[in-house]
C-alpha cells in the first residue's frame, strides 16, 4: 500500500509546498485563548475552578496537588516503571549536568575585568500535557535540567482526569527531580495561571513544556508581553535520511513512531538513490509499514498522520543533506547503513532539533531515556531554537569591573563615541570620573 | 532641586508600583504594526519604497546599499572614532570569542554516545535604530558576535536618512565585522522584511537588535508565527545601588547617562542608609545632577525621563539586594564605594542584564568598547533572558549514536516507558531493531 507519496529530484520551487507543516487554522484559536487568558487574569482561581470542570470534566476542591497525593502516588507506580525512570533519571541528569557552562572570565586591557555570572531563572513553570498517556518522560526531561540548573523554585502545572486526579507516574517523576509544587491544572489556563499568577499559584519567570494548539497559543500570547517561553511548539515531526542500503523495517517503525504522536504528526523519508532503486526501496519500506500496522494501536492517529507524509528520492547525498536542512526537522534520523555516509552528512546538517546516528539510534531512545532532551523545536524553528537544555533554565549576566586605569585606558574610545553619537550624558559619566570633581 | 521621588523602607506591596516601567498604551499600536506586517507581506518591496518615503521622508531608487556607498563611507568616518571603533571592536570580539561553547561529549553507558553539535544560525537579521544618534555602537555589539559565531550570512537593516543615505559610521561599523548585505528600511517595515522576506531581501531565521515601540512590537508579532527575535526589548533603563560614601557626582552622571537615552527611559536609585542619612546622599545626588544638567544636550529627554524616576533608601544590605532583583534592571551600577560590600551585593543579585562594579565601571563602558554586549534585557525581562551574546546566535543541536550493545542495554528501560505511555509504535521501534526481523 502506498502509505507515502513520492517525489522524486523536488526542485527548490517545489520545496516550500513539499516541506510545509500540516497547519491549523488559527483565527478562531487566538480568540478563544485570549479569552482563557482575560478570564484567568480577571478571576483568579475562580476560573480556573471552572476551566477544570469544563475542559477536564474534574469538580476539584483544591487546585494544588496534596502532599500526602504525592507520598500515595510511589505506591501506586509499578517497580518495572520505577527502574526504568531510575535509569532515564540518571542518563538525562549525566547529559545535562555536563551542560553546565562555566563564567567566563577576561581581562580584556589592564583594569578592564570582564566576567559571565551564570544563575539560575528563579522561577519555572513546568507544563506536562495530558491526554491519551502519562507523560512521565516529559516530566523528566522538564524537571531534571531545572533541577541540574538549580532553578530554586520549580512549580508543574498538569490537567486532572475527571476523577480530579494527576496520574502518579507523574507525581513520582516530578518527586524524584525534587518538584513539590504541583497544580492540577491544564490548557491555556495552566499557561496563563503561571504566567499571571493567582491568589494559589504565584507568577513564575518561564515556561516550559509541549502542548496542544490552545497551550501553544497561550505560551506565545503571554511570551511578548510579561513571560518567557522555551519555544513555540508544535505537532511533532521526523525525518529520516536513508539509503537502499538501509533497512527498511527500521525505517519503517521510526515513520510509525513519530505518526503514532498525534493526528497531525508528520513522518518524512529522504531516501539517497536514483530513482528506480530509491522508490523500489520505497516499497519495501511500504509493506514493512504495512507489516508494523496490524501490531499497533493508535491506528486512527497513525493513518491520519501518515496521509501528511512524505518520500523524496534524490542520488546526491549533498542534496539529501539540503532537503534535511531545508525543512529543519524536530528529530533527524541519519540511517544509511555505512558510518562514513552518515558522518558526511552530520557534517552539513546545520538545522535539525535533535539528529540520531546509525541504525540503531531509534527516536525512542531519545525519547525517553538516553539522556538527551525530547523538548524541542518543531515546525521548523530548529532553523533558530536549540531544543531545552540546562541553558534553557540558566541566565547569563555580564560583569564589568574598571579600576581608574582601566578607565583611563578606555577613556579616549569612550569620549570620542559617545561624542560622535550625541549622547553627552554618557561622555560626562566617564569624563567627571577622570578630572577629579567632587 | 528634587528629580528623584524619595521612598524610605518600601513594603513589599508596593513594589509592582514603585518599581513599574512607564507603560505606553498599546492597542492601536498594535493594528498599526499589524497594518504594517501585513502590507509588507502582500506587497513586497513596494511597501518597502512607499513607508521609506512615509516614515523616513526618503525617496529610495534602491533599498540595498551599493558597494560603493560602503566604500566611500571609509573616507567619510573621521580618524579619530576609527580609532576608537578598532578598540571597541577589539574588546567586544575578544570577551564574545571566549563565549564560544564547546560541543559536549558523553558516554552515558556503553554503546550510548552523546553529545551537541555547535551550528550557528545560518542567517540572521540586524536591526540598527536611525534618530538622534547614528548608532555604530550597536552596529559593532550585534555584528561581531554574529561574526564569531561564524553566521554564514548577516543582514543589517537601518533607516536611511531623508536623502536616502545610511550614516557612514553604520556602513563602516558593518564593513569591519564583514556585514556587505545592508538595506535601507527602518521600522516594523524593516522587521518585516526580515521575517517573511521579499523579492529584494531574503528573509533571515532570527532579528536581533533594538528599536522604538514599533520595532518591538513588529518583533514580537513575528516571533510568534516565523521568525525568532532576540529579546521583546523596551525602553533603556539603569538602577544603582550606593551607599553615603558613594561619589554623588558620579551617581547623578550615571542616572543621567541613563535619562539621556530616550523620553521613556527609567533611572533609579538605592541607597543602603538610615533614613536621615539617605537622605542626606541624596540632596548631594540631586545637587550634582543639577550642576551637570546644566552642561548636556538632550534637556528634553533627560527631564522626561527623570519624571519617572525614583530613589529608594533602606539600611539593610540585603533588602536593597532585594530591590534590585525585584526590578530586574537592564543596566545594575553597584557602586558603594567599598569593594567587600560590592562582592557581598554581587553574591545576591539573580535578576540583571548586565552589572558594573565599583565606583569606575560608569555604564557608558560598556555601553560603548568595553567589550560586553550592550543589548540587554529591559522591563524586568533580566528576570528570565540573557543579554545578546555568542550564544544567541549559535544552536546546540543533540546527537545521539547507539550501537546495538547500547541499544540493548537501554531495551528494557525503553520498552517499559513506551508501554506504561501506551505509545506501541516507540516499543516497536526498539523491538523490530532487536529481534532480528528485515
Given amino acids: 500500500m502506498a502509505y507515502l507519496a513520492r517525489f522524486y529530484d523536488p526542485q527548490d520551487e517545489q520545496l516550500p509546498s513539499l516541506l510545509a507543516r500540516n497547519k491549523t487554522d488559527s483565527e478562531a484559536l487566538t480568540e478563544q485563548v485570549r479569552s482563557i487568558l482575560a478570564a484567568v487574569q480577571e478571576e483568579g482561581d475562580e ?19 496534596s502532599e500526602k497525593e504525592i507520598l500515595d502516588a510511589e505506591g501506586r507506580v509499578p517497580d518495572d516503571l520505577k527502574q526504568a525512570l531510575a535509569v532515564a533519571y540518571h542518563n538525562i541528569k549525566a547529559f ?39 507523560l512521565f518522560s516529559t516530566t523528566l526531561m522538564l524537571a531534571v535540567p531545572a533541577q541540574v540548573a538549580l532553578c530554586p523554585s520549580v512549580v508543574l502545572c498538569t490537567p486532572p482526569d475527571s476523577d480530579g486526579n494527576v496520574h502518579p507516574a507523574i507525581l513520582y517523576a516530578a518527586s524524584m527531580c525534587g518538584v513539590k509544587e504541583i497544580y492540577k491544572i491544564g490548557g491555556a489556563q495552566a499557561i496563563a495561571a503561571m504566567a499571571y499568577g493567582t491568589p494559589s499559584i504565584e507568577a513564575v519567570d518561564k515556561i516550559f513544556g509541549p502542548g496542544n494548539q490552545y497551550v501553544t497559543e497561550a505560551k506565545i500570547q503571554v511570551s511578548g508581553s510579561c513571560c518567557a517561553i522555551d519555544m513555540p511548539a508544535g505537532p ?29 504528526s508528520q513522518a518524512m523519508l529522504v531516501v539517497c538513490a536514483e530513482q528506480t532503486q530509491g522508490f523500489a526501496f520505497l516499497d519495501r519500506v511500504e509493506q514493512a509499514m504495512e507489516d508494523q500496522l496490524a501490531t499497533l494501536g493508535r491506528q486512527e492517529y497513525l493513518l491520519s498522520s501518515l496521509a501528511g507524509s512524505r518520500a523524496f528520492v534524490h542520488p546526491d547525498l549533498k542534496r539529501c543533506a539540503a532537503l534535511a536542512n531545508a525543512y529543519a526537522a524536530e528529530h533527524l534520523i541519519i540511517n544509511m547503513n555505512d558510518e562514513k555516509t552518515e558522518n558526511r552528512v552530520l ?31 518543531t515546525n521548523g524553528w530548529a532553523r533558530s531554537y536549540s531544543g531545552v537544555s540546562t541553558d ?12 581608574r586605569e582601566g578607565l583611563e585606558g578606555l577613556a579616549p574610545t569612550l569620549l570620542v563615541m559617545a561624542q560622535q553619537e550625541k549622547l553627552t550624558a554618557h561622555r560626562n559619566a566617564v569624563a567627571i570620573r577622570l578630572g577629579g570633581e567632587r
Same sequence: chains 1, 2.
Avoid at 525512542?364 to 532532551?373: E, L, R, V
Wanted: hydrophobic share 40%.
Fill in 392 to 403: 534553557s533554565f540558566l541566565k547569563k549576566i555580564t560583569v564589568q569591573k574598571l579600576s
Fill in 96 to 134: 545535562h549536568a555536563r551542560q553546565r557552562p562555566g563564567g567566563e572570565q577576561l581581562v580584556v586591557a589592564p583594569g578592564v575585568e570582564l566576567s559571565r555570572k551564570i544563575v539560575p531563572i528563579q522561577r519555572v513553570g513546568l507544563y506536562i500535557p495530558g491526554g491519551t498517556a502519562p
Fill in 347 to 377: 557534517q552539513w546538517i546545520v538545522n535539525a532539533g535533535s539528529i540520531f546516528l546509525g541504525p540503531y539510534s531509534c527516536e525512542s531512545a531519545g525519547d525517553y531515556a538516553s539522556g538527551t532532551n525530547h523538548t524541542l523545536p
Fill in 47 to 65: 476560573a480556573l475552578f471552572r476551566f477544570a470542570k469544563q475542559f477536564d470534566k474534574a469538580s476539584l476542591s483544591e487546585l494544588r496537588v
Fill in 236 to 264: 511533532s515531526e521526523v525525518m529520516v535520511l536513508a539509503s537502499p542500503a538501509s533497512n527498511p523495517s527500521y525505517v519503517a517503525s521510526d515513520l510509525l513512531s513519530q505518526a503514532e504522536h498525534g493526528r497531525d
